[in-house]
């Protein structure tokens, strides 16, 4: 690699050799397997710089801005993360529509936008709550958020230096299973021996001092237990349908039962169940599902790789960009088109659908014990929550303001 300075910027100029027959074969591959039969295809110049030879790129020399990724990590703070093996990760999913609150929210507030960018109460949005707890669990530098490129505007609305982490932007919606494996693709090639908790940015937790406690637990425990997923469940209120729904097994020590450890085998999932489904739920003192999951990220990798090959082949192409080129190194067309070929060719997947309902044998539930959560799908449950623990709202007001 050979470096030169140019202030304001630096230019980074990357010779490449052995990665490419590994990412020709991958593109290879990738077409044959492709839905639309369309021939997968990326920029000349790009095809260029995969088969060897130089490439010139300029880099802004304090944060990157990059195709549809974007972050506020520079270039060094990457390199010197890759040095640091098994630390803990957050993924926080932030590309929701929440179409269910869009007439809500419109109402309210007299246009439109995803619940997570809103701040219903306090001084911060959904998000920037979320990205507090993150805090807390894995330090901001250790955060990575996934959301959409049509979505880059309320970004925008932010200060940047309150962004932690890294933000990447997936073309489109794609299903959950889309955004948690494009930052597991960066994350796995920063640090190998990676632990995570995923934690979607649009839920309401209360109180959130003992909701990090526990996290802090889940991601132990993941973090010396590479067979299992641990998700937390949380106590169920009423026999909501709205919600998924986490049934647990109690294990038995001869023919008394044990005392009932943090972790549970998980015995079925269910989602959105009829109502007197999830009458039987409540009944049993099953747990909802919060899509709060902690563990290591190689073992998230692996069952992708096992329940779905094709899906998994394109995040392994993303993840070897990331681990030995960076998307950094990349002109941003080339970025692009690599991001946006592989979403076109992606199936939609459902994260808890498609991969935890088939992986239930990896699956252990921790209860979140005194601790109420809500999705906040419904209006009336916004109200609810805010009424319930007095917080400080201006849905209370009689006025309406924007969020």
Not at 36 to 56: A, E, N
Not at 276 to 294: E, K
Not at 338 to 355: G, R
Request: charged residues 20%; proline residues 5%.
């Amino acid at each position: 690699m050979q470096l030169a300075a140019n202030t304001p910027y630096t230019q980074l100029i990357i010779t490449v050799s052995a990665l490419s027959c590994r990412l020709l074969f991958d593109l290879t591959a990738l077409a044959k397997e492709n839905k639309s039969g369309t021939q997968f295809s990326l920029p000349r110049q790009f095809l260029k710089w995969l088969s060897g030879g130089y490439m010139t790129v300029v880099k802004n020399g304090t944060s990157a801005q990059f195709g549809t990724l974007g972050s506020n990590i520079t270039a060094a703070n990457e390199i010197r993360q890759a040095e640091s093996r098994g630390k803990h990760w957050a993924i926080v999913l932030a590309g929701g529509r929440g179409e269910r609150m869009r007439e809500a929210i419109n109402d309210w507030l007299g246009s439109y936008r995803p619940k997570q960018f809103c701040r219903f109460f306090g001084e911060h949005s959904m998000l920037e709550y979320t990205w507090e707890r993150a805090r807390q669990l894995v330090g901001s530098a250790n955060i990575v958020t996934v959301s959409v490129a049509d979505q880059a505007m309320y970004f925008d609305e932010l200060n940047s230096n309150t962004i932690p982490g890294t933000v990447l932007y997936q073309p489109e919606h794609n299903g959950t299973a889309a955004a948690v494996y494009l930052a597991l693709a960066h994350i796995l090639a920063l640090d190998p021996d990676a632990s995570v908790i995923i934690m979607p940015s649009d839920h309401f937790i209360f109180p959130e001092e003992r909701f990090v406690v526990l996290a802090a637990q889940a991601l132990a425990y993941a973090a010396t237990d590479p067979e299992h997923l641990i998700l937390l469940g949380a106590e169920a209120r009423w026999p909501n349908p709205d919600f998924g729904w986490i049934e647990s097994v109690v294990e038995l020590s001869g023919s008394e039962p044990t005392e009932v450890t943090p972790l549970q085998p998980v015995m079925a999932f269910f989602e959105k169940p009829d109502n007197h489904q999830a009458r039987r739920l409540f009944s049993n003192n099953a747990l909802w599902s919060t899509m709060i999951i902690a563990a290591k990220g190689e073992l998230l990798w692996q069952l992708a790789r096992a329940l779905h090959p094709k899906f998994f082949h394109c995040f392994l192409y993303l993840h070897r960009l990331t681990l030995e080129v960076r998307f950094s190194c990349m002109q941003k067309e080339a970025v692009d088109k690599a991001i946006s070929d592989t979403f076109k060719y992606m199936p939609e997947l459902d994260f808890s659908k498609d991969v935890l309902q088939n992986a239930t044998q990896q699956c252990r539930v921790m209860p979140m014990t005194d601790i109420d959560w809500d999705d906040w799908g419904r209006p009336e449950r916004i109200l609810q929550s805010i009424e319930r623990y007095g917080l400080d709202s201006w849905l209370n007001e009689a006025g309406r303001r924007m969020c």
